[in-house]
């Protein structure tokens, strides 16, 4: 199997761009939408112009502000290689090669979504749930804010018989169900499209967050979270950082371990006491 795709053209529209103002552009070329707020990225294998500009002439609502070329391997910020983070040896289907004995594989296509485990904090995290999974066996987990589904598809590879799979972006659950059919694990894992603090009730021992600051933060304030088990946050700058240490601290919960990585992303590994 080769990469998947060679070159992007990206078309960055201002306003909201509905599924089925996007079903013209389903032709083999159009990759998907990455709808962030009030902006979209349409991505495609070949130039679209044409096609991206009668979309937005259809709808008076939206505005094509800029478009992009790149490689794949740009988009992701580097060629996309296996990698071991642990006991977990993680690769794309283009370039799976032979797992180390004792590993748990994962086989991971992130699309063009963010989330191949380039990024120092993925892999810390996946540090920080392989040790919560050995010190004290969480039968369920969810991962808020999932990306590419990578540390959902890890806390049940570490024996999670149940976990939930959750990002409000479309073409992110998209990619994660993929990757969770292509790991042969839809009977354990489930990727759904909700917003993370509206699903932070949820039953779960083990809590994963490897997601935006201001959100985290409505995580921490609720007390459902304080009703897991072990959590794993991440994707903390310094001063943000801080500012979770002082919401837990003053809650029911401890930091157990903490990953910096390049002296700028902080991870946390905590258990709560109730």
């Not at 810390?124 to 392989?130: F, M, N």
């Not at 808020?144 to 976990?163: I, W």
């Not at 909700?194 to 995580?219: E, K, P, Q, S, T």
Request: proline share 5%; glycine share 10%; charged share 20%.
């Amino acid at each position: 199997m080769s990469i998947p795709y060679k070159e992007l053209y990206i078309y960055y529209v201002k306003g909201v761009v509905r599924t089925r103002d996007t079903q013209d552009l389903s032709d083999g070329f159009f990759i998907g939408n990455w709808q962030e707020e009030d902006s979209a990225f349409l991505f495609f294998t070949r130039p679209a112009q044409d096609r991206v500009a009668e979309l937005v002439s259809r709808n008076p609502g939206l505005e094509l502000v800029d478009s992009y070329s790149m490689s794949y391997s740009d988009w992701h910020g580097g060629e996309i290689r296996p990698f071991s983070a642990g006991r977990f040896y993680v690769a794309p289907p283009w370039e799976y090669g032979e797992p180390k004995d004792g590993s748990i594989p994962v086989l991971l296509d992130p699309g063009v979504v963010f989330g191949a485990g380039t990024h120092p904090t993925t892999r810390s995290c996946l540090e920080a749930v392989e040790i919560a999974c050995d010190m004290g066996g969480p039968d369920s987990a969810i991962d808020l804010g999932t990306g590419t589904g990578l540390l959902g598809l890890a806390a049940a590879g570490l024996g999670c018989r149940r976990v939930l799979a959750v990002d409000n972006n479309f073409l992110a659950v998209d990619t994660a169900r993929r990757n969770i059919l292509n790991n042969r694990l839809d009977g354990r894992v489930l990727a759904v499209v909700a917003d993370a603090g509206a699903l932070v009730d949820c039953r779960a021992d083990l809590l994963i967050a490897n997601i935006h600051f201001d959100v985290m933060r409505r995580l921490i304030a609720s007390p459902a979270f304080y009703e897991k088990k072990w959590f794993v946050l991440s994707g903390l700058l310094r001063s943000q950082a801080r500012k979770v240490e002082e919401l837990i601290y003053y809650g029911p919960g401890r930091i157990l371990q903490r990953w910096i990585s390049e002296g700028v992303w902080y991870t946390f590994l905590g258990t709560c006491c109730v």
